[in-house]
C-alpha cells in the first residue's frame, strides 16, 4: 500500500511561483513511476508532468514545458513539482499519483495510487 499526500498549493499572482510535494508513506519510490495531473471542475484529470522510476526519463504536457520542472527525492520519499511563471489557466487541483514500473506511457490516466489532490490558485 502506498499513501501520497500532496501539499504547496495556495493562492499566487500570475507569473508567480509554487512548488508542489508529494510525500509518500507505506513504500518506498524506488520502483515507482511517479505523475502530477491536474484537473477543473467539469474537466477530466490532466496529465501535467511524471518521472520514471530510475529518474531517466522525464515528460511534460506542452502548455507547462519550460515553466513546470518534476523531480524526485527517493531518500525522502517525495516527488516534487516546481511551477514558475504562473498562469491562470494553471488554476486546478494537483494530483500526485504512483505506479509500479511499467512501459506503458507515463501520460496515461492509470496510476495505482492517488492523493488527496492540493488547490493551486493563480489570480491575474
Known amino acids: 500500500q502506498v499513501q501520497l499526500v500532496e501539499s504547496g498549493g495556495g493562492l499566487v499572482q500570475a507569473g508567480g511561483s509554487l512548488r508542489l510535494s508529494c510525500e509518500a508513506s507505506g513504500r518506498t519510490f524506488n520502483y515507482y513511476d511517479l505523475g502530477w495531473f491536474r484537473q477543473v471542475a467539469g474537466k477530466e484529470r490532466e496529465f501535467v508532468a511524471a518521472?520514471?522510476?530510475?529518474?531517466?526519463?522525464?515528460i511534460y504536457t506542452d502548455s507547462v514545458k519550460g515553466r513546470f520542472a518534476v523531480s524526485r527525492d527517493d531518500a525522502k520519499n517525495t516527488v516534487y513539482l516546481q511551477m514558475d511563471s504562473l498562469k491562470p489557466e494553471d488554476t486546478a487541483v494537483y494530483y500526485c499519483a504512483a505506479r509500479r514500473l511499467g512501459l506503458r506511457p507515463m501520460t496515461n490516466d492509470d496510476y495505482d495510487y492517488w492523493g488527496q489532490g492540493t488547490q493551486v490558485t493563480v489570480s491575474s
Open positions: 518521472v520514471d522510476w530510475s529518474g531517466t526519463s522525464i
